[in-house]
């Protein structure tokens, strides 16, 4: 599973990429894309990890040697990259600067490196204007294998048996962060390394799309937007928005909810090799705009997902690098009148000839208590 999930030949396709992109090397500290290239789920420490792709070659790794154990137990300690250990008073920024051939002109920093590690590596080599590396790796990161696609099903598959679970958390009576805990306990035991998320709207909450677990009061007859997702063993993400409604539904409620699930459908009807992301989002902001509903669909359709929960490609107007089969992406179209409001959200993925759903509960309002 992680062999193929992390490929060894994934290592010189970024080399490539590196070189193509012009940059001398690529400086990859713990993060997605050091997950990405290696396997390595390396914790973010004060010290120095930091995998090394020279443009010519060979990649190796800088460790702090006391993690130098877990590097080699790690999928990136069968790829054959060197691992350099080094020493509390070495400088690991200098050991970098020295293995490399002088006079590098460009370099690639990972996105999330610290900006006082960025910051290190500007003064041991002061020639080499520092880049984003995520331009570099996006390409790939966004054109998933059938492993990944595989690992995303297997999240869409985990998220969506929480969601099963929910009806039973949900009752009027209980705060939102009371059923957000038992949502998290079941995020884990459904087979999730990590809980990412949980949004739990109600009423009111439920209009405002990023609503923080607070401590109302759910009361009987109000809609509940759940949003939630996490991380696997396998380091791919889940994210699937389902609507609830504790007892009766208010009647403009239930109005607008069928429009929300026919513009999410429309969108993913648009997914196709070849069709623009943001196509995708006008095929289903349209039909909220027809129905008189576009001023409270406030934000963007989708965004990729894979070892990050947001990711390109960003399924948003203006957004015309077409699509092609492999990309994997929320659609995620919401509705926010108040005093409540609405979103469905599932993974897709672009196939040869459409879109396969990677989360398969039902887009009904589900009635509870
Ligand atoms: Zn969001
Ligand atoms: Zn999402
Ligand atoms: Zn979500």
């Given at each position: 599973?992680?062999?193929?999930?992390?490929?060894?030949?994934?290592?010189g396709?970024?080399?490539?990429?590196a070189?193509?992109?012009?940059?001398?090397?690529l400086f990859?500290?713990?993060?997605?894309d050091?997950?990405?290239v290696?396997?390595?789920?390396a914790?973010?420490?004060e010290r120095?990890?930091?995998?090394?792709?020279?443009?010519?070659g060979?990649?190796?790794?800088?460790?702090p040697?006391l993690e130098?154990p877990?590097?080699r137990?790690?999928p990136?300690?069968?790829l054959?990259?060197?691992?350099?250990p080094?020493?509390?008073?070495d400088?690991p920024?200098?050991?970098?600067?020295?293995?490399?051939?002088?006079?590098?002109?460009?370099?690639g920093v990972?996105?999330?490196?610290?900006?006082?590690?960025?910051?290190?590596?500007?003064a041991a080599?002061?020639?080499?204007?520092?880049v984003?590396a995520g331009?570099?790796?996006?390409?790939?990161?966004?054109r998933?294998?059938?492993?990944?696609?595989?690992?995303?099903?297997?999240?869409?598959?985990?998220?969506?048996?929480?969601?099963?679970?929910?009806?039973?958390?949900l009752?009027a009576?209980?705060t939102?962060?009371?059923?957000?805990?038992?949502?998290a306990?079941a995020?884990?035991?459904?087979?999730?390394?990590a809980?990412?998320f949980?949004?739990?709207g109600?009423g009111?909450?439920g209009a405002?799309?990023?609503a923080?677990l607070s401590?109302?009061?759910i009361?009987?007859?109000e809609?509940?937007?759940?949003?939630?997702g996490?991380?696997?063993?396998?380091?791919?993400?889940s994210?699937?928005?389902r609507?609830y409604?504790?007892?009766?539904?208010p009647a403009d409620?239930?109005?607008?909810?069928?429009?929300?699930k026919e513009?999410q459908q429309a969108s993913?009807?648009a997914?196709?090799?070849?069709?623009?992301?943001?196509?995708?989002?006008a095929?289903?902001?349209?039909?909220?705009?027809a129905a008189g509903?576009g001023e409270?669909f406030?934000?963007?359709t989708g965004?990729?997902?894979?070892l990050?929960?947001h990711e390109?490609?960003?399924?948003?107007?203006?957004n015309?690098?077409?699509l092609?089969?492999?990309?994997?992406?929320?659609?995620?179209p919401?509705?926010?009148?108040g005093?409540?409001?609405?979103?469905?959200?599932d993974?897709?993925v672009?196939?040869?000839?459409?879109?396969?759903?990677?989360?398969?509960?039902g887009?009904?309002?589900?009635?509870?208590?």
């Amino acid at each position: 599973m992680t062999k193929e999930l992390y490929p060894r030949e994934r290592l010189g396709r970024v080399q490539e990429e590196a070189a193509r992109a012009g940059l001398g090397a690529l400086f990859l500290t713990p993060g997605p894309d050091l997950r990405y290239v290696t396997g390595y789920d390396a914790l973010p420490l004060e010290r120095l990890t930091c995998l090394v792709v020279p443009a010519e070659g060979e990649a190796f790794m800088v460790v702090p040697r006391l993690e130098l154990p877990a590097a080699r137990e790690s999928p990136a300690g069968g790829l054959g990259v060197e691992l350099v250990p080094w020493d509390e008073t070495d400088d690991p920024f200098a050991l970098v600067a020295g293995r490399l051939p002088g006079g590098l002109a460009k370099v690639g920093v990972a996105d999330r490196m610290w900006a006082v590690m960025a910051l290190r590596f500007r003064a041991a080599l002061p020639g080499a204007e520092q880049v984003a590396a995520g331009r570099v790796l996006s390409g790939l990161r966004m054109r998933k294998s059938a492993a990944e696609i595989a690992a995303l099903r297997e999240a869409g598959a985990a998220i969506d048996r929480v969601h099963a679970r929910v009806p039973g958390f949900l009752k009027a009576g209980r705060t939102e962060r009371e059923v957000g805990r038992d949502i998290a306990d079941a995020i884990i035991a459904e087979g999730h390394a990590a809980v990412d998320f949980v949004i739990v709207g109600s009423g009111p909450n439920g209009a405002s799309p990023h609503a923080e677990l607070s401590d109302r009061v759910i009361g009987a007859g109000e809609p509940v937007v759940v949003d939630i997702g996490g991380t696997m063993p396998s380091g791919y993400c889940s994210d699937s928005t389902r609507d609830y409604c504790v007892g009766e539904p208010p009647a403009d409620y239930l109005a607008y909810y069928e429009v929300l699930k026919e513009a999410q459908q429309a969108s993913c009807d648009a997914v196709r090799p070849g069709a623009t992301p943001e196509a995708v989002d006008a095929a289903g902001r349209e039909v909220i705009a027809a129905a008189g509903y576009g001023e409270y669909f406030i934000h963007r359709t989708g965004h990729g997902i894979g070892l990050e929960t947001h990711e390109e490609p960003y399924i948003v107007a203006g957004n015309t690098e077409p699509l092609e089969a492999g990309m994997a992406f929320s659609i995620e179209p919401g509705i926010y009148p108040g005093p409540h409001g609405a979103r469905i959200e599932d993974i897709v993925v672009c196939t040869a000839d459409g879109h396969e759903r990677m989360n398969r509960t039902g887009r009904g309002l589900v009635v509870v208590g």
